[in-house]
């Protein structure tokens, strides 16, 4: 099926499509529900606004593919590759991505509430706006991915790399970052309301503003991190390594 065209709207319910190859296929609003897609090549793919409830993509190749409105909500994703895809308002509620390959993506404002994406690749991917909320990212990658105004909140992120990630007005109250790297990490203004940082490393990361009420950051390296004007009542600091650090006052701790 190379850029073979499918009438826009198709209904593909159902459809045994494994390994089928749709590269660059025009599969815009199609009705893909419970579909078997596993190690389909959809590279280039309009999937725009198509409906992927509970469809099985493990190990689908959607590579710089367009899933903008598409529907996944429950579906599986397990190891799919999904480098540059274009994801921008994609509705993934408890969506599998384990392990997948999210690279550069785009998923700005998506819906990624309790979605498991353990493992997953999200380095450099665009996450703003995104809705995280009890989402599973354990072990996931998300190195200088965007993540400006998402909503983390409870979600896991232990022990997740966020290294020079920008978290700017996120939503990370409640999460478990426990032993996550979130060095050079841009917290400006985030909100870590009663977040598990437990051993957490934070060497230079930006926490101006940042809400830290009731945080446990106890055992964690703030080596040199800005903590101005940051909230740190009844934070639990006990063991955490500050040197170096600008306190909320404006002061280096030494």
Known sequence: MNGYKIEPGADLTGADLTGADLTNADLTRANLRNAHLTGADLTGAD???ADLTNADLTRANLRNAHLTNAELTR???RKAHLLGANLINAN???ADLYRADLTNADLTRANLRNAHLTGADLSGADLSGADLTH???AHANLYRANLLGANLSNANLRPACLTSADLFEADLSGADLSTANLTKANLTR????GANLLGAYMARADLTNANLFGASLFGANLRSANLRSANLSTANLTRANLFGATMPDGSIHD
Do not use: E, Q, V
């Open 135 to 137: 989402a599973d990212l």
């Open 75 to 77: 579906a599986s994703l």
């Open 92 to 94: 993934l509620p408890k």
């Open 47 to 49: 999937l725009s606004g």
């Open 190 to 193: 985030a909100n870590l309301l």
